[in-house]
């Protein structure tokens, strides 16, 4: 590929609305180097930026970070303190930055668990950014696919219990409505890093027709051409949501 942008290459109704990405080889990245994993994840605050700026400037209408699963509690409790930190300051220093972008920033996940210092940073961040009109970014932290379809569920129950609707009447989209990020369109491309091919809970419902790519560059390398060759990869495959790909020749010619 040349150094010209993407969008000079692609049309822009051909670009994925939505981008959700598994930000994964941040320690392994560290140790390489002879440091501790910690200093991996702060380096992947600069891949964080990167992202966020090339999907802003092609037109992406969201892109959703897997930043910290409902499973990353398990981790050593000193990384989880030093993530815990780096996310508040992250927060407090660029709020600001994604304001004057006009960019939406929405944290998506069960916050509760969090400090009530870092739920405030939290608040105030999203209460900055919600009006604007550009990007939407969502920040997935204490997050889990399944979690975010079990929260639904119990919303229809309770909708059930109470006569507003009744149990042989549910179809998907009584489940697709309740979940955290019901507003925003499907995921149609996910990206992850560092070589490991799994999707480890990120947005099961949401990814149902998602294309998977995978690369061997571990997070913290991860950069504006590296999210341009998952783009251009994208571009160039046939997305056929269960029909046949004469059918879909077909519904073009």
């Not at 209408?61 to 897997?66: H, P």
């Not at 309770?158 to 149990?167: E, I, R, S, T």
């Not at 890093?193 to 061997?216: K, V």
Request: with cysteine.
């Amino acid at each position: 590929m040349t150094e010209q942008t993407l969008t000079e290459q692609l049309p822009a109704d051909a670009l994925p609305k939505h981008i959700a990405v598994i930000m994964d080889g941040n320690g392994r990245w560290a140790q390489e180097r002879g440091k501790a994993r910690v200093f991996g994840h702060k380096a992947g605050v600069d891949a964080v930026k990167k992202t966020v700026s090339e999907a802003s400037k092609m037109g992406v209408k969201v892109l959703s970070l897997f930043a910290f699963s409902s499973e990353n509690w398990r981790r050593p409790e000193e990384e989880v303190s030093v993530l815990m930190e780096l996310f508040v300051s992250v927060l407090s220093r660029e709020a600001k930055r994604l304001h004057k972008n006009n960019i939406q920033l929405r944290i998506v996940g069960d916050t509760s668990r969090f400090s009530s210092r870092l739920q405030s940073k939290i608040a105030d961040a999203e209460a900055l950014t919600q009006h604007n009109t550009g990007l939407v970014l969502n920040i997935c932290a204490n997050y889990g696919g399944q979690w975010d379809i079990v929260q639904a569920v119990q919303q229809l129950a309770q909708d059930v219990k109470d006569g507003v609707l009744a149990a042989n009447e549910i179809v998907e989209q009584d489940i697709a409505c309740r979940l955290t990020m019901a507003d925003l369109p499907d995921v149609d491309l996910m990206i992850r890093t560092s070589g490991e091919c799994r999707i480890s809970n990120f947005m099961l419902w949401q990814m149902a027709y998602a294309e998977l790519y995978f690369t061997d560059c571990f997070w913290p390398d991860f950069d504006e051409q590296a999210l341009r060759d998952a783009l251009y990869w994208f571009v160039h495959r046939e997305r056929r949501f269960g029909c046949t790909g004469a059918q879909i020749h077909a519904a073009q010619a």
